[in-house]
Nanobody
Framework: QVQLVESGGGLVQPGGSLRLSCAAS????????IYWYRQAPGKQREWVAY???????VYTDSVKGRFTISRDNAKNTVYLQMNSLKPEDTAVYYC?????????WGQGTQVTVSS
């Protein structure tokens, strides 16, 4: 089993920054990729970015140039640095790790971008 715990959300003004963390525990050896997803009120959950064990990163178009995903293997933690935040970035952000043993999600962390 894999456990994922997100943190770092909060209220920020437009143009501001936040850094989200996703701490993984359990059978972390089974994780090859970790995604960040988000879900805004009334909308479907969408993927935002992912990072592989090899360090390859991919971003959805709407966050390219503003968000950066990274990992600290020593801490078993993946980060999402979010800069130049916009009101449309408001959502609950989740980390997700698909493995052969199952689909693992964290509980989510709320990000609200508002003046």
């Amino acid at each position: 089993q894999v456990q994922l715990v997100e943190s770092g959300g909060g209220l920020v003004q437009p143009g501001g920054s936040l850094r989200l963390s996703c701490a993984a525990s359990g059978s972390i050896f089974s994780i090859n990729v970790i995604y960040w997803y988000r879900q805004a009120p009334g909308k479907q959950r969408e993927w935002v970015a992912y990072i592989t064990t090899g360090g390859n990163t991919v971003y959805t178009d709407s966050v390219k140039g503003r968000f950066t995903i990274s990992r600290d293997n020593a801490k078993n933690t993946v980060y999402l640095q979010m800069n130049s935040l916009k009101p449309e970035d408001t959502a609950v952000y989740y980390c997700h790790a698909p493995t052969r043993g199952g689909s693992h999600w964290g509980q989510g962390t709320q990000v609200t971008v508002s003046s």
